[in-house]
């Protein structure tokens, strides 16, 4: 007789599952059920702070008291959590008479079901069983994790599952996702948006993407270069705004790859705006915007305990005096917090003596960091005062990020 386990998707929506236990093993046990639409009743006399905030936050309910037969009432799955080989085996005793399944972090050969390694890619989601070696299943798992992030083909098993939504004109219409690539390292792309960059057909790239992210795209995948789109600011953005909209209404996966985030100061919701209008389906995903990576690249956090309380991120394309600004930096001046300032060399002098001139004083430590999270990161550390001039001096040069706020010294030892 065989004794292989029957793998089982329990589609547990709306469905009572009791946790027993309310430790490390039930911290992680619990965020799953809950991703899945449980209806978790957690018993346990103490939680863990991660368990209690899900509690505080109406997220599960929480019995604070020992296990009693009564609490599998309504249940469709129990998960004992507990360490207490005697307690567990009452909680399953229990069970097992109720004819309701058991997980036992205790004792795997006691339980009636097992909970397998995971990994989600997107819709699909990969379940391994390791014969009851926890370790051989985790092993397992993350080979098949490495596999399906890098070498998802558009037939593979994870194919394009959400890529395909609707049709326009009898035609299967595609869709569009902005993905913000990060400010500079390959790796600061995030999981999700590294993954749809695996399953596009198309994909359209900003000049600061990380040209590594490039590098790894299918053969076939058609690459469009924005930055060499001729024309000027409005017009290239029309130009790049068609190109997904044609592509994605041809039938194509089209990823909108941009540096940092998508909609900081990214032109993001213009293109999801001009998708919108001819009714392609757009995904955005976030990205790690250089306003916050950069200076953190540069050991600077942009707030800090007892030092700032607030950042203020603002674009310096345009100088303070011009008509078209929609920058109050007489207001700026009085903040007390952090200052980033994105796209602000050119008119750096102007920035600062604006500043100063109203108020901030010119002695406020200041920093640019120029290529953040690359190779070739620069970092420049001034005050408001000499900043513009220093930054001059050590020609850096853009992409670059400029702080001004006593955070910029607030980790130096
Ligand atoms: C058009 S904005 C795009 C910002 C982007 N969406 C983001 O969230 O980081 C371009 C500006 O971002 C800043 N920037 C982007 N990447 C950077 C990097 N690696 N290092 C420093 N600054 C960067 C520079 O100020 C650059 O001029």
């Known amino acids: 007789m065989s004794s292989n386990p029957y ?7 709306g469905r009572r599952v009791v946790v027993v236990g309310g430790g490390a093993v039930a911290t992680r046990r619990v965020p799953a059920l809950l991703d899945a ?3 978790v009743l957690l018993v346990a006399p103490e939680l863990t702070p991660a368990l209690r905030a899900r509690a505080d936050a109406g997220r599960l309910h929480w019995v604070p008291r020992r296990f009693v037969p009564e609490d599998l009432d309504g249940a469709w799955l129990v998960q004992v959590a507990v360490d207490d080989p005697m307690a567990a085996a009452s909680v399953s005793a229990v069970a097992a008479e109720r004819r309701i399944f058991c997980v036992r972090a205790d004792d795997r050969t006691a339980a009636t079901a097992w909970t397998p390694a995971v990994t989600r890619h997107g819709p699909v989601t990969v379940a391994v069983l390791g014969g009851g070696d926890p370790r051989r299943a985790m092993t397992v798992r993350d080979a098949i994790r490495d596999l399906l992030a890098v070498r998802v083909a558009p037939d593979g098993i994870a194919g394009r599952p ?3 939504t609707g049709t326009t004109g009898g035609r299967q219409t595609g869709r569009v996702a902005l993905v913000g690539a990060g400010p500079g390292d390959p790796e600061l792309i995030t999981v999700k948006g590294w993954r749809l960059l695996t399953e596009a057909d198309v994909v359209v790239a900003d000049r600061l993407v990380p040209g590594l992210l490039l590098d790894e795209l299918r053969p076939d995948v058609e690459l469009v270069d924005a930055s060499k789109i001729p024309y000027g600011p409005s017009r ?9 909209v044609d ?5 194509a996966f089209v990823v ?9 100061f990214g032109r993001g919701g213009e293109e999801l705006l001009a998708c919108a209008a001819a009714g392609v389906p757009v995904t955005v995903v976030p990205g790690v915007t250089s306003s916050i990576a950069a200076p953190a690249a540069a050991g600077i956090p942009v707030t800090h305990r007892g030092v700032a309380h607030e950042f203020t991120v603002v674009s310096g394309h345009l100088a ?3 008509a078209a600004s929609l920058v109050r930096w007489d207001a700026l001046a009085g ?9 602000g060399l050119k008119n750096l002098a102007a920035i600062t003596a604006t500043l100063i001139a109203h108020g901030r004083s010119p002695q406020t430590p200041a920093a640019v960091v120029q290529e953040a999270t690359t190779g070739t990161q620069r970092v420049l550390r001034s005050t408001l005062g000499e900043v513009a001039a220093d930054a001059l001096t050590a020609d850096l040069r853009p992409p670059a990020v400029v702080v001004v706020g006593d955070v910029v010294g607030a980790l130096d030892g």
């Open 162 to 164: 959400d890529a395909s």
């Open 335 to 343: 903040l007390h917090g952090t200052l980033v300032i994105l796209m």
């Open 236 to 244: 290239a953005q029309e130009e790049i705004n068609q190109i997904l």
């Open 256 to 264: 909108r790859l941009k540096g940092g985030d998508p909609y900081v």
């Open 320 to 322: 303070p005096d011009a």
């Open 37 to 39: 639409g449980a209806d």
């Open 247 to 251: 592509r994605a209404l041809a039938g």
């Open 7 to 13: 793998p089982l998707g329990l589609r547990l929506h």
